[in-house]
């Protein structure tokens, strides 16, 4: 192994910590440990990983929303660990992002086996490379944290909004339409109500526009939709 990957182990569980430790290390690589889903996240967002090893059952955050969370920005080889076998459980991981999954017990060699694999499926090592932070003039959006800045001001919003609001972030620049991102927040079935989105949008820009009828961060396309421009760009 020409260079060191570094994998964040996260399970609450110190006995599984432990096992993950000395097989990861003994084989050349670099390991951090979280015993906690925000721990995870929050070691996640400071430094860069090769890879995650993820335990879906733990107490407070489980491991499905971390991976959720890792997935809004980074494609970090994650790998899934259940002590249930169950496949329900298994297909949730891989639809939220997940690359492969273990199930306690396993062993040593099997764990290295998937680790091996998963890292030599990624494109490269840089894809652990993640913008940790989105930046659009006085708007920060802290990925990681899920938290959402205007200059020094924390803002709060609801899980729809900041659904919403990614929706735009990660498609800066482009003009999305209203079924567009009903489909994507809300689900098919809201495709044609326009009137929730209307709302929610206005809502969103009270929370983070300094003058919501002179947005800069959401704006309206007519006939077309609606997009987060460049900030070069006049809306």
Same mark, same amino acid.
């Given at each position: 192994?020409? !260079?060191?990957?570094?994998?964040?182990?996260?399970?609450? !569980?110190?006995?599984? *910590?432990?096992?993950?430790?000395?097989? #990861?290390?003994?084989?050349?690589?670099?390991?951090?440990?979280?015993?906690?889903?925000?721990?995870?996240?929050?070691?996640?967002?400071?430094?860069?990983?090769?890879?995650?090893? @993820?335990?879906?059952?733990?107490?407070?955050m489980d491991g499905f929303t971390v991976c959720q969370r890792i997935r809004e920005y980074s494609d970090v080889p994650i790998i899934m660990i259940t002590a249930l076998g169950d496949e329900a459980e298994r297909v949730r991981g891989l639809?939220?992002?997940?690359?492969?999954?273990?199930?306690?017990?396993?062993?040593?060699?099997?764990?290295?086996?998937?680790?091996?694999?998963?890292?030599?499926?990624?494109?490269?090592?840089?894809?652990? @490379? @993640?913008?940790?932070?989105?930046?659009?003039?006085?708007?920060?959006?802290?990925?990681?944290?899920?938290?959402?800045?205007?200059?020094?001001?924390?803002?709060? @919003?609801?899980?729809?909004?900041?659904?919403? #609001?990614?929706?735009?972030?990660?498609?800066?620049?482009?003009?999305?339409?209203? !079924?567009?991102?009903?489909?994507?927040?809300?689900? $098919?079935?809201?495709?044609?109500?326009?009137?929730?989105?209307?709302?929610?949008?206005?809502?969103?820009?009270? $929370?983070?526009?300094?003058?919501?009828?002179?947005?800069?961060?959401?704006?309206?396309?007519?006939?077309?939709?609606? *997009?987060?421009?460049?900030?070069?760009?006049?809306?």
């Amino acid at each position: 192994m020409n !260079e060191k990957k570094r994998v964040l182990i996260v399970d609450d !569980e110190p006995r599984y *910590l432990r096992l993950l430790e000395a097989n #990861l290390l003994s084989n050349g690589y670099e390991v951090v440990k979280a015993s906690s889903g925000a721990e995870a996240l929050d070691l996640f967002s400071q430094d860069e990983f090769h890879l995650v090893l @993820l335990d879906i059952m733990m107490p407070g955050m489980d491991g499905f929303t971390v991976c959720q969370r890792i997935r809004e920005y980074s494609d970090v080889p994650i790998i899934m660990i259940t002590a249930l076998g169950d496949e329900a459980e298994r297909v949730r991981g891989l639809d939220l992002g997940a690359d492969d999954y273990l199930v306690k017990p396993f062993s040593a060699t099997e764990l290295l086996a998937r680790a091996r694999a998963v890292l030599r499926r990624a494109k490269n090592s840089q894809g652990a @490379l @993640l913008r940790r932070k989105f930046r659009h003039g006085d708007l920060v959006i802290d990925f990681a944290r899920a938290e959402v800045w205007r200059g020094d001001t924390l803002i709060s @919003l609801s899980a729809t909004e900041y659904r919403l #609001l990614l929706q735009f972030v990660h498609n800066a620049g482009r003009v999305l339409s209203a !079924e567009e991102l009903l489909t994507n927040v809300w689900g $098919k079935e809201y495709s044609k109500d326009k009137e929730i989105l209307w709302v929610t949008i206005a809502r969103l820009r009270q $929370k983070l526009e300094e003058d919501p009828h002179n947005p800069r961060h959401i704006v309206t396309r007519t006939g077309l939709g609606y *997009l987060m421009p460049p900030l070069d760009e006049e809306p």
